[in-house]
């Protein structure tokens, strides 16, 4: 008797051929104590959100927390409690557990202090790391970090979201001939346990760097009470300017680039979203391959520590050079 189902199944023959969707990774977060975490298991663990990026979720966690700083010790518990029970994260009592028992480990802890440490402790397990803005709360730690992350040949990627912003300039410059300087500005709260700069002007320093690159030599500071303006001059006779405000809060006047060139200029940076960043650290995690070479991210470090020595030395320019080998940098 002919099966009337025969040619559906035939159809169906090649489909049992297809290859199995390689599982997700598995991602370990430590330091529950930033709106960080809500974000990216947002866009890492709902396959229906609108910024969702497939290949990864976060499935471990390490709470941590400062409790000398309020912004981390006020909210590490709401934090922790909505990765539990929204998203079922298993909590560890250790970084070292955490980080046997995950693909790749992102470290989140909003304060800097912290990063050396645990990145420290996670390297026996010999995982892809992403150290969440800043690479570590001083320049002489984030050399070290470095360091440690070349001696143990464990990849380690660093950067703030506003690198990627959408509408980053540095993917407008084809038409506007030789980058002569880039103006940067946004947020610079200050926070007492942290150089002045590290705490929120990382992230329009980092904007900065996305287009001008490494190669600043020196730089010098003029502060005042709402504002810091650094100037860096890059090797190649390029500025960096980069404005940190305090007046209004965070929201005081946004972020924004605007980059001069030769034969024109072009403005963005001013919009903002997390996917970029999470495609990036996703795809690193896949790889092995740093998006933004370690020593970028060291050299970012010591424009900021550059700019604080210049602050105390009443705005006279500092080099690159200086600050590096007083943090242990080897030449």
Sequence with gaps: ??????????????????????????????????????????????????????????????????????????????????????YGVKMYDTIEELAQNVDAVIVLSVDGRTHLDQFRRTLAAKKPVYIDKMLAGSLKDGVE???????????????????????????????????????????????????????????????????MGPGCVKVSRTHATNTDVLTGVWKDGRVGIMQGNRSGGKGFGGYGVRVFGTKGGVTGGEKHSYKPLVEEFVKFFQTGITPVPLETTVEVLAYMEAADESKRRGGAPVSIAEVMKAAGAKP
């Design 145 to 211: 970090v470095a360091r440690l992350a070349r001696e143990s040949k464990v990849p380690v990627f660093c950067a703030s979201s506003l690198r990627y912003s959408p509408d980053s300039p540095a993917g407008k410059l084809d038409k506007i001939g030789q980058i002569t300087s880039v103006y940067s500005f946004g947020p610079a709260e200050l926070e007492p346990h942290h150089p002045d700069m590290f705490w929120y002007g990382i992230h329009a320093v980092e904007a900065l760097y996305a287009v």
């Design 1 to 86: 008797m002919k099966n009337k189902f025969a040619p559906f199944l035939f159809c169906l023959v090649p489909l049992l051929f297809l290859p199995a969707r390689a599982a997700d990774l598995r991602i370990g977060m430590i330091g529950l104590d930033t709106s960080h975490v809500t974000a990216f298991l947002q866009t890492l663990n709902e396959p229906q959100h609108k910024d969702h990026v497939a290949g990864a979720r976060i499935v471990a966690g390490y709470k941590g927390g400062s409790p000398d700083i309020e912004s981390s010790s006020s909210r590490v518990d709401g934090f922790t409690k909505t990765a539990v029970e929204k």
